[in-house]
Every structure is written in structure tokens, then in C-alpha cells.
């Protein structure tokens, strides 16, 4: 298929066995422009108009299924499939802001600042509604047993999904709480008072540090290996040891604020209000730059490989 992107490659001889596997990326605009490419070629394979145009706020990869948050709906494709289109499961009275899912139920966090409970079992058929935040739950992740969301009324919730109750809320972020991520030691949490802040998830849930080096939003975070990886309005990626917390290295090469990071096979996807996406070498001492790839002119805010 003939598109108008653009592949910028960067001496990736040493990347090609990593990217020649079968794998895809998915990125979505915040217009609901989704395009599907190729790892290996960098090559655009499909795009397809998805969810209501400025309301895309969350992209979730399970199995083979793609879920979209989009204004009150979230809509689910098959990526085995041709990118079909399943259904539209509606559960909200505002916007998605925030999805997890395991073997047994999808939830999603809304701004109405509720979070909606789905049975992936039986058809997504909405089986609870929790509430506890007072604003809008824009991030969550799941830990096991435990449901961690992040809202914009400050605080971070833990719930047990066995059932449904709060377990704990953590304080001391003076912004929302805009990403979580967690590994086998930490929760980590990103908020728009531009820190950082990592959680031991014992009994008392201390915080271990709070990182203060972005100057902007902490809009993205992810682990791998010893590493804590960071995106930011800033403009900037930042690698972390997560065992000193002391920076390893800053990438400056996007434009505008960073959207979302995700990791696969050893690199760093990473997305941007500067209509690019970047793949990125975490086995190499330098992080190089392997590949960028360019056929966006909108803000492109999430991303997944599969």
C-alpha cells in the first residue's frame, strides 16, 4: 500500500534480527487516527478513523483485542482480524480517560470520576461501578489482586478487585495523577506537579523518593529491567537506574511533549504532540535512536506493540 510516510533510519544494521520479528505497532491520534506499521519495514500498514475526534485518551492491547477509550465508549477491534470492530461497550456519563484489563474483567476510569467494572467473560456486560475519587481517574494499572488508580483529586487508590472496596489511598502529590507503572518492588506514579514519586506497596505504603528532575507534566511512565523510564510535556525522555534513581541518560529528540512509551523486544516506543514515533535501542549503552517513523500531523498520544 503507497502511503506519504516518511521512515528516518539510524544505522540500524545492529536492530534489524530485533525488528524483523513479526510485530506491529498501533498508535492513535487524539483526532481517533489510528494507524497500524510494520516493525520490521517501518512502513505504514492501515489507517482507520476511530472514536469521536479529540476525545482519545486511552489504548489498551489484551490478547488479540484493541480497546480505544473515546468520550463515554470504548470500542474494541480485532487485530487477527483486519481490525474489525466488535462492539462499543458504554458504561459512563464523560469521558475514558484510563483502561486496565486481566483474564477476568476490563475496568476504565473515567472524568465523570467514577470507574466502570466489566465481565470479560461474559459478553463485557458492566457488572460494578466504583467510586471514591472526587475527580477524574486518569490512570490505573493492575497488581496482581489489586486495582491501583491515579486521579486528578490528587491521591492514588489501591482496590482489591476481589471485592471492589478501597484497600488504601495514598497522599502527598499536589497534582493529578496522570500515569502509573509498577515492577515486583515499586509503584511508581507520574503527576502534573512534575514529580515523580515511588511507593513500596507494604502495609504502610511509604514513599521511597519523589524524582523532581522534568520541569513539566509527567504524562508517561514505564519499567524495564533495573530501569524507570519517563515522558514528559518537557519534551524529554528520561532513563532512571531504579535501584539509585540517579539518571542515566535524557533523550531530547522529540519536538513537543512526549505521549505515550511502551517497551517491547528490548526497545522503547515512544509517541508525541510533535506527530512523530520513535523507536528507540535499550540494549545499547548510548539508547540510540534506531528509527523514526512520520505520517502524522496531529498529536499522537498512545501507543502499543503487538
Known sequence: METSSEIKDFDIIDDMEKLSIEKQIVTVSKLG???????????????????????????????????????????????KDDFKKLREIIGHTDWIASLAHNEKYLFTGSYDST?????????YIKISTLTGHSQRVFSMILRGETLVTGSNDHSIKFWDINNFEIVKTLTGHTGYINCLTSNDAFVISGSSDKTIKVWIPDVECTCLVTLTN???????????????????????????????????????????????????????????????????????????????????TEIVWCIAVF
Not at 470507574?115 to 459478553?123: C, F, G, L, P, Q
Not at 511502551?262 to 528509527?291: G, Q
Open 33 to 79: 487516527t489510528t494507524k497500524i506499521w510494520s516493525t520490521a519495514s517501518g512502513k505504514e500498514l492501515k489507517t482507520v478513523i476511530t472514536g469521536k475526534p479529540g476525545s482519545i485518551n486511552a489504548l489498551l492491547l489484551h490478547n488479540d483485542l484493541l480497546f480505544i477509550g473515546s468520550k463515554n465508549i470504548t470500542e474494541v477491534y480485532d487485530l
Open 214 to 296: 522534568h520541569k513539566e507534566y509527567i504524562n508517561s511512565l514505564v519499567t524495564y529491567q533495573n530501569m524507570l523510564i519517563s515522558g514528559s510535556f518537557d519534551k524529554t525522555i528520561i532513563i532512571w537506574n531504579i535501584c539509585s534513581f540517579s539518571i542515566i541518560k535524557t533523550l531530547y529528540d522529540h519536538t513537543d511533549s512526549i505521549g505515550g512509551l511502551h517497551i517491547n523486544m528490548d526497545i522503547l516506543y515512544s509517541c508525541s504532540n510533535d506527530s512523530a514515533i520513535k523507536l528507540w535501542d535499550l540494549k545499547d549503552e548510548d539508547f540510540k535512536l534506531i528509527k523514526t517513523l512520520e505520517g502524522y
Open 115 to 123: 470507574i466502570s467494572v466489566y465481565d470479560a467473560k461474559n459478553d
